[in-house]
């Protein structure tokens, strides 16, 4: 080992008193929660940056991410971001509000809406996407892309492991 984190340190300090136990666990999910309270304030920075907040973002970059006409409706929302259909209707509102999106009846359904991203909401979501690369990548600076693409394919094989 080339140097010591804080979380080889706790590691050690627990095998000097449970040897019993097998701490590996411990030494992949603490530093993944240690990682994430550090991404975690790098996006709130770029949230707050942008002049948006979390749920904005989730929002807006659903709707930047499904591509001109930048459309959603309410429904395919509700999929994207695992909130209640009260809510959603609550930061739709909200977003009309500060004219990121606007509502437009569905032309396949008269009965049913469209949300869509207005010119304001897409400069604003391009910002944050900008700002929130760089700021990621500043994050992961230690790992060569190599490093980085085999993290990630881990990460994602874990991930999976919890969806099926």
């Given at each position: ?9 706790i590691?050690g300090a627990w095998?000097?008193q449970?040897?019993?136990l ?13 990682l ?25 970059s659903?709707l930047r ?5 930048f ?6 929302l509700?999929q994207q ?8 209707t609550?930061?739709?509102d909200?977003l009309?509000?500060?004219?990121f999106?606007?509502?437009?009846s569905d ?9 869509t991203l207005t010119?304001?909401?897409?400069v604003?979501?391009?910002a944050a ?17 190599g490093?980085?693409e ?7 094989k874990?991930?999976?492991?919890f969806?099926s």
């Amino acid at each position: 080992m080339s140097e010591a984190d804080e979380v080889d340190r706790i590691v050690g300090a627990w095998n000097t008193q449970r040897p019993d136990l097998d701490f590996s666990p411990l030494e992949v999910l603490s530093r993944m929660d240690r990682l994430s309270r550090h991404l975690d304030r790098a996006r709130r920075d770029v949230f707050r940056r942008s002049d948006i907040e979390p749920w904005e973002w989730d929002v807006l970059s659903a709707l930047r991410r499904a591509g001109a006409p930048f459309q959603l409706s309410p429904k395919q929302l509700l999929q994207q971001t695992l909130v209640s259909s009260g809510t959603m209707t609550n930061r739709i509102d909200r977003l009309v509000g500060r004219r990121f999106v606007r509502r437009e009846s569905d032309p396949q359904d008269g009965r049913s809406v469209l949300v869509t991203l207005t010119d304001d909401g897409r400069v604003r979501v391009d910002a944050a996407i900008t700002r929130l690369v760089d700021a990621e990548a500043v994050l992961l600076r230690a790992l060569p892309r190599g490093d980085r693409e085999r993290l990630a394919g881990l990460l994602r094989k874990l991930s999976l492991s919890f969806d099926s």
